[in-house]
């Protein structure tokens, strides 16, 4: 009888003690090399932080100067290996770049590659389409401005330098997240705030001859994030709603706790309809993973409108009840989660944008 494997749920596997506050992180696999993790560290100096998953723990390996940065995206063209940080803060001479850095095989680390002018930035997104290579950031705000414009890049092989490809219009943007379906290429930006609201439209984009243009605007609150998975021949996408705030309308009990939603392709309509509401609190990312046959959802439950101490979820998918309540994991102002496999187990990490200590638990099956 073949054995399938069921979570048992987790246990804490190893406190790791960060440069400073992380707003988010980014595990990745660098062949014949190993196992790594990122760290987007608050504070400049020490700035950000690479780990190497050494003897089953992460050790730190490299530090890289960082402006309040915010995200990592790891990718690799062809041969290349590149890490881009999100910057969200002026370097010393009052200027905003955001970085790419290339790893260097014979120097065993990542430097500096290409610098890119960004405002307020909080997330890069790497993608191919046709056989080409893009990188989007979001650019979050310029000044007090937050509608302003996110930017593609596209790679250019004879310079070997991205360059600007298409902007779009995004309103205090935090998350790109890229997807197919069949032939077909999106990409879904998380709007935040425009000023006035949280209660805004984030946009789904279907690239057409070219270009991306608008397929889908959904109705989000302070939408920090976009995840989309597929279970089975599905395919689902759900949004981190984190406040509900609206300079014109009377203030709710709680800016706080709000559902987020989990949407579905539906194929016949060509959108995404909504598929389940999960009440969340201050939401600020989504991580999908399996186990076995089963699947699962982890929300970045951040802040219930009274403290940081908020326990985030794990959700286990039930078919037609959509996606139940199964594991309560305390965390404090949870900013992140991401899952990874190593030859010795499966693991969640969660990253905490409220003290310098993010968390590797260890999933237990059985």
């Known amino acids: ?56 723990k992460f050790v730190p390996y490299q530090n890289i100067p960082t402006y309040q940065a915010q995200s990592w995206k790891y990718f690799t063209i062809g041969k290349k290996i590149f890490l881009a940080v999100a910057n969200l803060e002026q370097n010393e001479g009052g200027q905003e770049f955001s970085v790419i850095y290339k790893w260097s095989h014979r120097k065993g680390k990542f430097l500096p590659y290409q610098r890119i002018a960004t405002h307020s930035a909080r997330d890069w997104e790497a993608f191919v389409i046709e056989g080409e290579a893009f990188l989007a950031v979001v650019n979050h705000r310029a000044g007090n401005n937050h509608n302003i ?32 379906i069949g032939p077909y290429s999106f990409l879904a930006v998380a709007n935040t705030f425009n000023g006035t609201s949280t209660k805004i439209y984030s946009h ?13 605007s959904i109705l989000t609150f302070g ?24 300079s014109g309308m009377p203030a709710p009990s709680n800016f706080y706790a709000i559902n987020s939603s989990i949407y579905e392709l539906n194929i016949t309509a060509q959108m995404f309809v909504k598929f389940q509401d999960i009440l969340t609190y201050s939401a600020l990312d ?25 326990n985030s979820i794990i959700y286990r998918w039930q078919g ?47």
Request: glycine share 6%.
């Open 1 to 56: 009888l073949l054995v399938r494997q069921r979570l048992d749920y987790v246990e804490e596997y190893q406190n790791l003690v960060t440069n400073s506050e992380t707003m988010g992180v980014e595990v990745f696999t660098i062949p014949k090399v190993g196992l790594f993790m990122a760290t987007a560290n608050r504070y400049t100096p020490p700035g950000s932080a690479i780990y190497k998953w050494t003897d089953g």
């Open 149 to 180: 414009d996110s930017v593609i890049y596209r790679w250019n092989a004879k310079t070997g330098l991205f360059e600007t490809n298409q902007t779009i219009p995004t309103s205090g943007a935090y998350d790109w997240e890229f997807f197919t």
């Open 204 to 216: 789904i984009y279907i690239w057409l001859r070219g270009s991306f243009q608008l397929f889908q």
């Open 223 to 246: 939408a920090a994030d976009w995840e989309v998975f597929r279970i089975g021949d599905r395919v689902f996408l759900a949004v981190a709603n984190s406040h509900s705030y609206d």
């Open 286 to 310: 989504w991580e999908f993973f399996s186990v076995g046959d089963d699947s699962f959802l982890v929300v970045a439950n951040s802040f219930d409108g009274f403290t940081f101490s908020v």
């Open 320 to 366: 037609y009840e959509g996606f139940v309540a199964a594991h309560n994991l305390p965390t404090v102002g949870c900013r992140d989660w991401e899952a990874f496999h190593t030859a010795e187990g499966s693991y969640l990490l969660y990253s905490s944008a409220k003290e310098p200590l993010s968390k590797v638990l260890k999933l237990k099956t059985t």
